[in-house]
C-alpha cells in the first residue's frame, strides 16, 4: 500500500529557509513524477515544483530562485527547499506522486512564514 508521509513545516521568519520532505512508502512500484503543490486559505491549490523521475525540474515563477526541488530514487523521497521565504509563501504544502497511472497525495505539511 503507498502512503506519503510528508514532514518540515513549521513557521519561520520572512527572508528564513524550510525543507520539506515527501517520504513515499511501499514497494514494488516505480515512481513517476513528483511535485509540490501549495493551498493558502481562500485560494485555490496551485503547483508549486515538480520533478520528473529523470530529474528535470519546473517552479511556478512566483518561486524561480528561491526554492529548488529534488529526489532521491533510491529513498523514495522528495525534497523543497525553500529559500528567502515570504508572507505569500505561508499555505499548506501538499506532495503529490504519480505511480503507474494513479496519483496520490500526501497530508500536508503547514508553512507558516511570519515575523
Known amino acids: 500500500q503507498v502512503q506519503l508521509v510528508e514532514s518540515g513545516g513549521g513557521l519561520v521568519q520572512p527572508g528564513g529557509s524550510l525543507r520539506l520532505s515527501c517520504a513515499v512508502s511501499?514497494?514494488?512500484?516505480?515512481?513517476?513524477?513528483m511535485a509540490w503543490y501549495r493551498q493558502a486559505p481562500g485560494k485555490q491549490r496551485e503547483l508549486v515544483a515538480g520533478?520528473?523521475?529523470?530529474?528535470?525540474?519546473n517552479y511556478v515563477d512566483s518561486v524561480k530562485g528561491r526554492f529548488t526541488v529534488s529526489r532521491d530514487n533510491a529513498q523514495k523521497t522528495m525534497y523543497l527547499q525553500m529559500n528567502n521565504l515570504k508572507p505569500e509563501d505561508a499555505a499548506v504544502y501538499y506532495c503529490?506522486?504519480?505511480?503507474?497511472?494513479?496519483?496520490?497525495w500526501g497530508q500536508g505539511t503547514q508553512v507558516t512564514v511570519s515575523s
Open positions: 520533478i520528473t523521475s529523470r530529474g528535470s525540474a
Open positions: 511501499g514497494s514494488g512500484f516505480s515512481i513517476g513524477n
Open positions: 503529490n506522486v504519480w505511480i503507474g497511472i494513479r496519483a496520490y
